[in-house]
C-alpha cells in the first residue's frame, strides 16, 4: 500500500492499494485510514522493545544461534566436500595422458559437473546467511535493554522527530501488511518483524453504518438484553459507553443511536409505568399529556402546541418515550385564566 493524502486540505493521511487501478483501470482496492494503524504499530513496537519482552526475545535468540551454529557446521562440512569433489575431478584430469582426448574429455565433462555443484551450493549457503536469524552480540545486547528502557520517553518527546520514529520502526520492524477486506468491520495487521518473527493484530475499524460493524450481533444482544431488563435508550447508551462499545464512524452511543438500533431490530419502546397506557399523572407528580389536557381543559393537540411554544415545560427520557410535563397548581390557574379570557373574547367577536 501507498500513503496519499485527502479531507478539504489534503491533510488527512490514508494507506491504499492501487493494483486494481494500475492494472485493470478499476476502483482502489482498499483505503484504510492511516492514524490508527500507525498508533497500532507503535503500541506493538514499544511493547514489543519493553525490557522483559527483550530479555524473553534475546533468551530466543540463544536458543536460535545454537542452532544456527550447528547449521554452519553442516554448510560447512557440505561446502568443503564440494570444493574436495571438484578439486579432485581436475586432479584427474591433468593426470590423463593428451594423446588420450575421450578419456579427457570425459573427466573434463566430470570435472565441470563438480564445479557447478560447489557453485551451486555456494550460493545456497549466501542465500541461507541472508535468511539467517539475527545474531546478537552482548553490545547489542547491552543497547537494546537500555533502548527497552528510554525508547517510551524517547518515542513520546517533543524533540523527536517523525523521520527519527520511521528510523526506529525501520530498525525493528521489516514491513507492514494491512487488509481490511479479511474480517467485516476490522483492519487486519501483519507485522514482519526484522528478526523474522510474524505477529498478526486486528483493528476495529471507523464505518459508515452498522451493515460494516464488526461485531453486530453482539451488539444486538447486549441492547436486547439491556432493553428487556426496562433500561430507557439513554441508560442503554450510557452502558454500552461504559462496556466499551463504540458506534458506526467511531463515535459515542446517545439515546438517539440506541432507538434507531431498537427500530432497526424491531425492539419495543420501554414504557415508563410498564404499561401501555399512561395515567394522568406520573408518580413524580408530573403530567402526561393526557393528564395535562384534563388539567387544562383542552385537547392533546393543545398541549403539544404549547410544549412546541414553551408555553408548557416537559421532557421525555428519549424518543418514543411519553411527555412528562411540569405543571404546578399556579400554573394551571393562570393558563385556566388566559384559556377563559381566550374563549370570551372569541365569543363577543362572534
Given at each position: 500500500?501507498?500513503?496519499?493524502?485527502?479531507?478539504?486540505?489534503?491533510?488527512?493521511?490514508?494507506?491504499?492499494?492501487?493494483?486494481d487501478?494500475?492494472?485493470?483501470?478499476?476502483?482502489?482496492?482498499?483505503?484504510?485510514?492511516?492514524?490508527?494503524v500507525?498508533?497500532?504499530?507503535?503500541?506493538?513496537?514499544?511493547?514489543?522493545?519493553?525490557?522483559?519482552?527483550?530479555?524473553?526475545?534475546m533468551?530466543?535468540?540463544?536458543?536460535?544461534?545454537?542452532?544456527?551454529?550447528?547449521?554452519?557446521?553442516?554448510?560447512?562440512?557440505?561446502?568443503?566436500?564440494?570444493?574436495?569433489?571438484?578439486?579432485?575431478?581436475?586432479?584427474?584430469?591433468?593426470?590423463?595422458?593428451?594423446?588420450?582426448?575421450?578419456?579427457a574429455?570425459?573427466?573434463?565433462?566430470v570435472?565441470?559437473?563438480?564445479?557447478?555443484?560447489?557453485?551451486?551450493?555456494?550460493?545456497e549457503?549466501?542465500?541461507?546467511?541472508?535468511?539467517?536469524?539475527?545474531?546478537l552480540?552482548?553490545?547489542?545486547?547491552?543497547?537494546?535493554?537500555?533502548?527497552?528502557?528510554?525508547?517510551?520517553?524517547?518515542?513520546r518527546?517533543?524533540?523527536?522527530?517523525?523521520?527519527?520514529?520511521?528510523?526506529?520502526?525501520?530498525f525493528?520492524?521489516?514491513?507492514?501488511?494491512?487488509?481490511?477486506?479479511?474480517?467485516?468491520?476490522?483492519?487486519?495487521?501483519?507485522?514482519?518483524?526484522?528478526?523474522?518473527?510474524?505477529?498478526?493484530?486486528?483493528?476495529?475499524?471507523?464505518?459508515?453504518?452498522?451493515?460494516?460493524?464488526?461485531?453486530?450481533?453482539?451488539?444486538?444482544r447486549?441492547?436486547?438484553?439491556?432493553?428487556?431488563?426496562?433500561?430507557?435508550?439513554?441508560?442503554?447508551?450510557?452502558?454500552?459507553?461504559?462496556?466499551g462499545?463504540?458506534?458506526?464512524?467511531?463515535?459515542l452511543?446517545?439515546?438517539?443511536?440506541?432507538?434507531?438500533?431498537?427500530?432497526?431490530?424491531?425492539?419495543?419502546?420501554?414504557?415508563?409505568?410498564?404499561?401501555?397506557?399512561?395515567?394522568?399523572?406520573?408518580p413524580?407528580?408530573?403530567?402526561?399529556?393526557?393528564?395535562?389536557?384534563?388539567?387544562?381543559?383542552?385537547?392533546?393537540?393543545?398541549?403539544?402546541?404549547?410544549?412546541?411554544?414553551?408555553?408548557?415545560?416537559?421532557?421525555?427520557?428519549?424518543?418514543?418515550?411519553?411527555?412528562?410535563?411540569?405543571?404546578?397548581?399556579?400554573?394551571?390557574?393562570?393558563?385556566?385564566?388566559?384559556?377563559?379570557?381566550?374563549?370570551?373574547?372569541?365569543?363577543?367577536?362572534?
Amino acid at each position: 500500500m501507498s500513503l496519499r493524502y485527502t479531507g478539504p486540505n489534503a491533510d488527512y493521511p490514508v494507506y491504499c492499494c492501487r493494483s486494481d487501478r494500475d492494472m485493470a483501470a478499476g476502483p482502489l482496492c482498499q483505503e484504510v485510514r492511516a492514524l490508527p494503524v500507525d498508533a497500532v504499530v507503535e503500541q506493538r513496537l514499544l511493547d514489543a522493545l519493553a525490557p522483559d519482552q527483550i530479555i524473553l526475545a534475546m533468551a530466543a535468540l540463544e536458543q536460535i544461534d545454537v542452532e544456527a551454529s550447528r547449521l554452519e557446521r553442516q554448510w560447512a562440512l557440505r561446502r568443503e566436500r564440494a570444493r574436495y569433489d571438484a578439486e579432485r575431478a581436475r586432479r584427474q584430469y591433468d593426470a590423463v595422458e593428451p594423446e588420450n582426448r575421450l578419456v579427457a574429455r570425459t573427466l573434463e565433462l566430470v570435472w565441470e559437473q563438480k564445479l557447478r555443484a560447489a557453485e551451486a551450493i555456494e550460493k545456497e549457503y549466501e542465500q541461507w546467511r541472508q535468511e539467517e536469524p539475527l545474531v546478537l552480540s552482548d553490545a547489542d545486547r547491552a543497547a537494546l535493554l537500555a533502548l527497552g528502557e528510554d525508547l517510551p520517553a524517547i518515542w513520546r518527546a517533543a524533540t523527536t522527530t517523525a523521520a527519527d520514529r520511521k528510523r526506529i520502526l525501520r530498525f525493528i520492524i521489516r514491513e507492514v501488511a494491512l487488509d481490511q477486506k479479511r474480517a467485516r468491520g476490522q483492519v487486519a495487521i501483519r507485522i514482519l518483524w526484522q528478526t523474522g518473527a510474524v505477529s498478526e493484530h486486528a483493528m476495529r475499524r471507523r464505518v459508515r453504518g452498522y451493515d460494516d460493524y464488526d461485531d453486530l450481533e453482539t451488539l444486538r444482544r447486549r441492547v436486547s438484553d439491556l432493553n428487556r431488563s426496562g433500561k430507557m435508550d439513554k441508560e442503554i447508551a450510557a452502558t454500552l459507553n461504559r462496556e466499551g462499545f463504540v458506534g458506526a464512524r467511531g463515535c459515542l452511543f446517545q439515546g438517539e443511536n440506541v432507538w434507531l438500533l431498537r427500530q432497526r431490530w424491531g425492539l419495543p419502546t420501554v414504557k415508563i409505568n410498564g404499561t401501555d397506557a399512561n395515567p394522568a399523572r406520573w408518580p413524580d407528580e408530573t403530567y402526561s399529556i393526557q393528564g395535562a389536557a384534563a388539567a387544562l381543559d383542552v385537547t392533546p393537540q393543545t398541549i403539544f402546541k404549547y410544549l412546541k411554544r414553551g408555553l408548557l415545560i416537559g421532557r421525555q427520557l428519549t424518543k418514543g418515550q411519553p411527555w412528562q410535563i411540569e405543571l404546578p397548581d399556579h400554573q394551571i390557574l393562570h393558563l385556566r385564566d388566559r384559556l377563559q379570557r381566550i374563549r370570551r373574547s372569541k365569543m363577543k367577536a362572534a
